[in-house]
């Protein structure tokens, strides 16, 4: 993979095709396992949580409940780690994972830290 990477980024203009064109070879030939989460918040409202990666499952399991303030900081972490696991994979990292934890943060700023939320189910 890091040949095939390497491979494109030698023939063509690594600055033109580095962010877009090797990110979207690599990721379509090979994907990572991508998990989502469905979150019920204390009013009542759903939004659903998206990792690039099953790290996500170390830090979320469908049925947890936690304070808003224990779900910032594992879903950050669980982001960031995501992230990394990228990196690793393509040689990039996913900022996909930035503009979840940032939809994250928009969503917990909503409510107070020990207001309660859970994970209702993990999404296919």
């Known amino acids: 993979m890091e040949a095939i ?6 023939v063509f203009d690594e600055t033109v095709i580095r962010n877009d064109a090797v990110q979207n070879l690599c990721i379509n ?4 396992p991508e ?17 690039p990666s099953t790290v996500i499952l170390d830090y979320f399991r469908p049925g947890d409940s936690m304070l ?5 900081a ?10 990394e696991r990228v990196r690793a994979r393509y040689g ?4 996909r994972t930035d ?10 700023s909503r409510y107070s830290s020990d ?5 209702t189910s993990q999404l296919s």
């Open 35 to 51: 998990v989502r989460f469905q979150l019920e918040w204390p009013d009542g409202k759903s939004s659903t949580l998206y990792s």
């Open 115 to 119: 207001d309660t939320v859970r994970v």
């Open 92 to 95: 990039f990292a996913c900022t």
């Open 99 to 108: 503009e979840e934890e940032s939809q994250l943060l928009q969503w917990v």
């Open 74 to 83: 594992r879903g950050v972490e669980a982001l960031r780690a995501a992230s």
């Open 68 to 72: 808003i303030s224990e779900l910032e």
């Open 29 to 32: 030939q090979w994907p990572m």
């Open 5 to 10: 990477r390497s491979l494109v980024l030698a």
